[in-house]
């Protein structure tokens, strides 16, 4: 049983390693993209990274939403699997 705790752990580390490097490259990408169309700033990454508990779909959704709205990108829904 121990075995199966430290193997849940190990694996929220690594969800959470993999998620904070995807977070970076994200942020690192639109930081340029920012910097070369329109001279605004983005949030710092500290700011984005949530350290803690992990954040919600809602509250992904929200903060999608205000840097949508904050750089007038509307946002476009598509179905599920196209592309």
Do not use: C
Request: proline share 5%; charged share 30%; hydrophobic share 35%.
């Amino acid at each position: 049983m121990r075995e199966l705790w430290l193997e849940r752990r190990y694996a929220r580390q690594r969800y959470q390693t993999e998620r904070d490097r995807d977070v970076i490259l994200a942020w690192q990408i639109q930081k340029i993209n920012v910097m070369t169309q329109n001279r605004q700033r983005l949030p710092s990454l500290q700011d984005v990274l949530a350290h803690g508990k992990p954040t919600t779909a809602e509250a992904q959704k929200a903060v999608f939403y205000q840097i949508s709205a904050r750089f007038g990108v509307p946002i476009v829904r598509r179905p599920r699997g196209e592309q």
